[in-house]
């Protein structure tokens, strides 16, 4: 099962996340590592550091760390932070070309039932999800919290389908949103596919 792991990377600036990516060995999608399908860096509005990835497993991400960002950022002394890894429920590839915002959002005692429910009134989410208007869409639950992980074309963008779809189509029953809006700094494509 795909896992998200979300990681605010407490202490590392932009250059020190260069150096990790050369350390590394990934400079763009073609040294994408085993397991990955989606990596994303952004800076919050503090220059504090976000990566927001999507492993094809618990084991692919495991081994990712253990390997390789492990010993690289012990050889570069960076601190290392907890990620946060949790299931995802389901995952779109949107129909915007490129994107310049991650958008993480937190929604606290929502639960997938009421995700799918929502989905299910919006024309968004039908067939492959490829009319949904982000670069990607990927949902994930840590205990009673939903988590959405998009990337959209800029914050605004995504700000107007938030007033327009998501607060329109919102059922009873779900959490006050929490949302971050990050400038995209660095994304790695990898090959790895997997069911949500």
């Known amino acids: 099962m795909a896992v998200m792991m979300i990681l605010d990377w407490h202490g590392v600036s932009i250059e020190d996340y260069d150096r990790v990516e050369d350390e590394i060995g990934i400079s763009g999608d073609d040294d994408a590592p085993e397991g990955l399908i989606s990596h994303v860096a952004a800076v919050d509005e503090d220059g504090e550091m976000v990566i927001a990835d999507i492993w094809e497993s618990d084991e692919a991400l495991a081994t ?112 006050q949103p929490k949302v971050r809006a990050l400038k995209v700094y660095n994304r790695v494509r990898g090959q790895a596919h997997a069911g949500a």
């Open 64 to 175: 990712f760390i253990e390997t390789k960002l492990g010993p690289a950022l012990q050889k570069l002394a960076l601190p290392e932070s907890e990620p946060r890894i949790m299931p995802v429920h389901n995952r779109l590839r949107g129909s915007a070309d490129e994107a310049d915002a991650l958008i993480l959002i937190e929604l606290e005692d929502t639960s997938t039932d009421t995700y799918d429910e929502m989905a299910s009134q919006m024309e968004e989410h039908a067939g492959d999800g490829s009319a949904h208007p982000s670069y990607t869409h990927a949902v994930a639950t840590e205990g009673s919290t939903m988590i959405v992980l998009d990337e959209w074309e800029s914050a605004d963008h995504f700000s107007r389908f938030m007033e327009e779809r998501i607060v329109t189509t919102a059922p009873e029953g779900m959490g």
